[in-house]
């Protein structure tokens, strides 16, 4: 007792399963990828850090090497995070951004604590895609025979070979 299946019964359901397949591959290769850049923000760490009672050893222990350590004025550590989401062929674009800053006293002692989010994000737009530049405009065939006739009539103000 064979099965008989018509082939073009047989030929119309490998088109569909290999189209159903070739969809499937197709949309989950438009998924966008998302990255965490940065400290990785533990609430529960973050609000252990109390002003007047932790200093940079204990704060250290607790949320880890800052990102950045202010260079001048106040001691400052800075704790940034960023997500980030990129779509297939383009540019990852920042969906989510925070900064902690612990700042110290002289001695080392915590004085206070900042929050900073995606309101401080700025989104610049270069203009144009050319360096605006001094000087005049030269031309292509400027550039290939500006020198012919220069070369050998001696420098400016000095007296050419006898």
């Avoid at 270069?126 to 292509?140: H, V």
Wanted: charged content about 20%; glycine content about 14%; some cysteine.
């Amino acid at each position: 007792m064979g099965f008989n299946v018509p082939k073009k019964l047989f030929a119309g359901k490998l088109a569909m399963g290999t189209a159903l397949a070739g969809v499937t591959l197709a949309i989950s290769g438009c998924s966008s990828i998302t990255n965490h850049r940065g400290y990785i923000d533990d609430e529960t760490l973050i609000a252990a850090v109390q002003p007047g009672l932790d200093n940079q050893q204990s704060v250290r222990g607790t949320l880890g090497q800052p990102t950045l350590v202010s260079q001048f004025g106040q001691p400052v550590w800075y704790y940034i995070s960023s997500r980030t989401e990129q779509s297939p062929f383009r540019q990852p674009k920042i969906e989510d951004h925070n900064v902690l800053a612990v700042y110290f006293d002289e001695a080392g002692n915590v004085v206070s604590t900042n929050r900073t989010g995606m309101e401080q994000v700025a989104r610049i737009s270069p203009d144009g895609d050319e360096t605006p530049t001094l000087g005049r405009e030269r031309g292509f065939l400027e550039d290939l025979f500006g020198n012919i006739g220069t070369v050998g009539t001696g420098a400016p103000g000095g007296q050419g070979r006898p």
